[in-house]
């Protein structure tokens, strides 16, 4: 089936450094969306990409959308303690189909 | 608060034993996802209503799952005869009408524990 791959799996970094993570996938998707989500909470959305080669900024966060439609990435920008959480990558080929999640980038940052 | 609600937050239940769990999503919202999370994984789709209408399911339900929307407002998923491996949290989000651009909201979800 269906599968996304986000790497790295962990990080661990100091405040005030950029981060960056990504995510692929053996099949293209038209929409890739980025979620965080903390300890026992749902995901949050953080960003939608929607269009090959997009790239978008929400705040310090900036996604891109894959010239190939296989694959995104996230970036954050001068970290703070409460980006620490589990990032997650997530794809969708129509907009009538459901969203497949990768397993996600766990981020601890350290004060 | 007009988020996505779901209850109980939290349930604990023995091996063996049915329970239930209540999603009820944004006002107006006609799409409605079931999704299962296990530790360390990301979320996985169950199911899909639009509507009342159940229109999509995955394999991962097996027969022991059903869900429901009755009235194409709240849903329920209920899980019979839970066994261990039924322990995850069990999310649901919300979806306005399809059209381009729209993302669906989630809940906090539902953490089931089965001892």
């Known amino acids: 089936g269906q599968q996304l791959n986000q790497s790295p799996q962990s990080m661990f970094i100091q405040e005030g450094e950029d981060v960056s993570m990504n995510c692929t996938s053996s099949s293209i998707f038209n929409t890739w969306l980025w979620y965080k989500q903390d300890p026992g909470e749902g995901p949050v959305l953080l960003i939608a990409l929607y269009k090959a080669g997009e790239l978008t900024s929400n705040g310090r966060l900036t996604a891109q959308f894959g010239i190939t439609r296989k694959d995104s990435f996230l970036n954050i920008s001068a970290s703070i303690p409460s980006d620490v959480g589990i990032y997650f990558c997530a794809g969708r080929k129509t907009s009538y189909d459901k969203v497949i999640f990768g397993p996600g980038t766990s981020l601890s940052v350290i004060p | 608060d007009t988020g996505v609600s779901q209850n109980p937050r939290h349930k604990i239940t023995k091996r063996g034993q049915n329970v239930t769990f209540r999603c009820d999503p944004i006002?107006?919202?006609?799409?409605l996802y079931w999704y299962r999370q296990t530790l360390g994984q990301g979320p996985e789709f169950l199911t899909y209503f639009q509507n009342e209408a159940q229109l999509e399911k995955s394999r991962l339900l097996s027969d022991r799952f059903s869900a429901e929307r009755p009235k194409g407002s709240f849903s329920t998923l209920e899980i019979q005869r839970t066994e261990q491996g039924d322990s995850a949290m069990y999310l649901c989000a919300s979806a306005p009408k399809v059209r381009e651009n729209t993302e669906a909201f989630f809940g906090q979800g539902t953490r089931l524990t089965v001892v």
């Open positions: 006002s107006e919202h006609n799409r």
